[in-house]
């Protein structure tokens, strides 16, 4: 994932081998004793859970590279540590001991040395932790991520440029001045304005006294005003190092201004390391191709592609090509579902990746035939992540279930079953009270069945009366699998005492693309139908007493809808950061593309094509909330970043001044300091609070 907002100057870094060393420096954050007073997870216990992330197999096989991230709410943030277990699992231990992050750890070829990133710049240390360098020098823009070719002979790495016209460009003398000169569309993109975009840079990797030396690179966009990886998002996982360190391939949208904001359209492109010539390899495919990544022997280069224009859910379909005889081949064709996260067998002769399927996301592998085959069983109520092959030919990847956050596991090739090799929080969940989950299939009103995961709170018992809650999911092209958050975290919402009903609505990613399409075009129909399905199903049951909903995004629009239609099913909500009024939606919001398809069913979506398009006329007319407020009557709390520049903060102020002038009971929590997410610890915090007293005042 693409990081935005870097320390420019170099941290102070301190390595030592103890635990209780460790614990003795204030400003380290590590591993800590978490005690559990009554069984109960509370949003403080979830905050300081240890989140691991990017497992990555030293070169002979033995040991595991990866990182945990451990969280102060009493200091407001977060620190990245380094870790090291053996393969199998055993000899777990954190390596480091820093102030400051320390992200995309690399092992050196010979397995000796790690490289990692910490402060925008790129330091060096022994396998042990010890003898810390800085090898970067004069990159003076910082450095986003970096990888380094197979032969180590050269590193790409991504950093900011100029993205607009600064006031010295045209006015010298006003050094001072803040104003932003803006020519075109897309100024602003999630939650920042767009002044400096990210470029790759490929350097060679130099050696002084027998030590890595790595300068300022080159531009492999040569100036050019495209951003390489594609914000907000796109990391190196959009560049890949050909075998032979001869090339690379890499996803690019290569426009800019409106061209840009109303595109999906990023192509494949292959760039020579000695040329500096780009080749575009995906002429004509007009929809998203991402996820570039090269065969080991180099003769294939595999990649994911959505075939329709200005459609960013459609469906993900894997493809390789030659790129001598440019000849292409789609091995998902005959595949009903989304391909993501590619890799390549070391063999050359298959490709693993991750699949929704049914709302759990396995792992897949395929043949260069396109025979494709389920590892993962499709009973496991896990979500696997992007794999790495082990020498002995079993997986290596984390997964995360509704009950537990991410470890890291190996997965055999044998059987699909898992093994965990780290247990990170092990010790928390022994001692917290088990919540029961469930899956149910529920008939919608157009006789279809509707996934939906239904948690129960620990020591559940059916004769006594609970709170319900109902979520509404965001996207609106997402799924509920079992995923685990520190927002929406369902876990949390069972051991505050309510059961929890998710239902997979019309508009889901993992049922196929004909489910996931109805929603364009349609967000005020069917899908808001199976909403009051799942609910009415629930707050039928005879341990339910009052049911409540609460969603983000999507699902913040959602809950701004059904307050005007639900009639009396619901006795409180609450909405973040959700779509209020769509016509003012659609002229603040960014990314064009996305409200051009939905809000026209394919297309032609804008304000101004109400009169040729029905479809766009009622989305405006009928399925923006705004319209509904004399129907509202349902206490509901709005919150909101006012950094949201994807649904904009006068989106949650609009709905939240409705209700006040409709007399409906409501409160209104902003956060200055957010986006389109809460990530603060104290804001998580503070958030997760407001969250279960709004719901307990109407529901208890």
């Not at 000899?91 to 092992?107: D, H, L, M, Q, V």
């Not at 997964?399 to 537990?404: E, K």
């Not at 009103?445 to 965001?474: E, Q, R, S």
């Not at 339910?544 to 983000?552: C, H, W």
Request: net charge negative.
């Amino acid at each position: 994932m693409n990081l935005k907002k870097l320390l420019a100057a170099s941290l102070s870094m301190i390595a030592i081998a103890a635990c209780s060393e460790q614990q003795e420096l204030p400003n380290v954050l590590t591993k800590e004793a978490i005690k559990v007073s009554d069984g109960r997870l509370t949003p403080e216990i979830m905050l300081r859970m240890g989140r691991v992330s990017d497992p990555q197999l030293s070169p002979d096989g033995s040991k595991i590279l990866y990182g945990v991230t451990y969280t102060s709410i009493e200091q407001n943030r977060s620190v990245r540590q380094l870790c090291i277990a053996n393969a199998d699992g055993s000899g777990s231990r954190i390596i480091t001991a820093f102030e400051k992050s320390a992200n995309n750890a690399r092992w050196s070829a010979d397995g000796k040395e790690i490289y990692f990133l910490q402060g925008g710049q790129i330091f060096v240390m022994d396998a042990d932790g010890g003898n810390i360098r800085q090898v970067s020098e004069g990159i003076d823009a910082g450095v986003n991520e970096f990888c380094f070719s197979p032969d180590f002979s050269h590193i790409m790495y991504i950093s900011e440029v100029k993205g607009c016209t600064k006031p010295t460009d045209v006015y010298p003398d006003l050094e001072k001045s803040t104003g932003r000169i803006i020519n075109g569309l897309m100024y602003r993109h999630w939650d920042c304005f767009v002044e400096n975009i990210p470029h790759t840079f490929v350097s060679k990797v130099e050696s002084k006294g027998g030590k890595t030396s790595i300068g300022p690179g080159f531009d492999i966009l040569e100036g050019a005003p495209y951003e390489l990886p594609t914000l907000p998002f796109g990391g190196l996982e959009q560049l890949s190092w050909s075998p032979d360190g001869k090339s690379i391939a890499y996803s690019c949208r290569k426009l800019t201004g409106k061209d840009y904001a109303f595109s999906t359209n990023t192509d494949i492109y292959l760039w020579d390391l000695e040329k500096h010539s780009h080749l575009n390899l995906t002429e004509g495919m007009m929809g998203y191709d991402t996820d570039p990544v090269w065969s080991p022997d180099g003769k294939y280069i595999a990649w994911i592609s959505m075939e329709r224009a200005g459609f960013e859910a459609d469906k993900q379909r894997l493809f390789i090509i030659d790129p001598k005889t440019m000849v292409k081949k789609e091995l998902s064709a005959d595949y009903k579902y989304n391909v993501a996260s590619p890799v390549w067998r070391r063999d050359g002769k298959a490709i693993y990746f991750n699949s929704l399927v049914n709302a759990l996301q396995g792992i897949f592998v395929t043949d260069l035939e396109g025979g494709i085959t389920r590892i993962t069983p499709a009973d496991c109520w896990y979500d696997f992540e992007t794999v790495t092959e082990q020498a002995d030919g079993d997986l290596i990847c984390t997964n995360h279930s509704m009950a537990r956050p991410n470890e890291i596991v190996k997965v055999s090739l044998k059987d699909g079953s898992f093994s965990q090799i780290t247990d990170e929080n092990g010790d928390i969940l022994a001692q917290l009270g088990q919540e029961k989950c469930e899956e149910r299939w529920l008939t919608t009103v157009d006789n279809k069945k509707m996934h939906a995961w239904v948690i129960y709170p620990p020591d559940f018992d059916p004769a006594k009366k609970y709170p319900g809650m109902l979520f509404c999911t965001g996207g609106p092209q997402g799924t509920l699998s079992q995923s685990w958050s520190t927002r929406w975290n369902y876990k949390l919402m069972a051991h505050q005492g309510y059961v929890v009903i998710l239902p997979n609505r019309r508009g889901t990613t993992a049922f196929g693309q004909e489910w996931c399409d109805q929603i364009s075009g349609d967000y005020c129909g069917l899908n808001m139908q199976d909403y009051l399905v799942a609910a009415r199903t629930l707050k039928n049951e005879p341990y339910i007493d009052k049911i409540g909903a609460s969603g983000a995004s999507y699902g913040g629009y959602s809950i701004y809808y059904l307050a005007g239609i639900h009639g009396n099913v619901f006795d409180a909500l609450l909405s973040h950061a959700g779509i209020f009024n769509e016509e003012s939606m659609w002229y603040n919001t960014e990314e064009m593309w996305f409200p051009n398809w939905d809000n026209g069913g394919g297309g032609n979506g804008a304000p101004w094509d109400v009169e040729k398009n029905p479809v766009a006329r009622r989305h405006y007319t009928q399925g923006s909330p705004h319209t509904l407020v004399t129907k509202w009557h349902t206490p509901i709390m709005v919150t909101h970043g006012e950094l949201d520049y994807r649904v904009p903060v006068d989106q949650g102020m609009s709905a939240f001044n409705a209700a006040q002038m409709m007399g409906v009971p409501s409160q209104m929590l902003l956060f200055p300091d957010e986006n389109h997410w809460i990530l603060k610890p104290q804001n998580a915090v503070h958030w997760q609070r407001a969250f279960f007293d709004w719901f307990d005042k109407w529901l208890r």
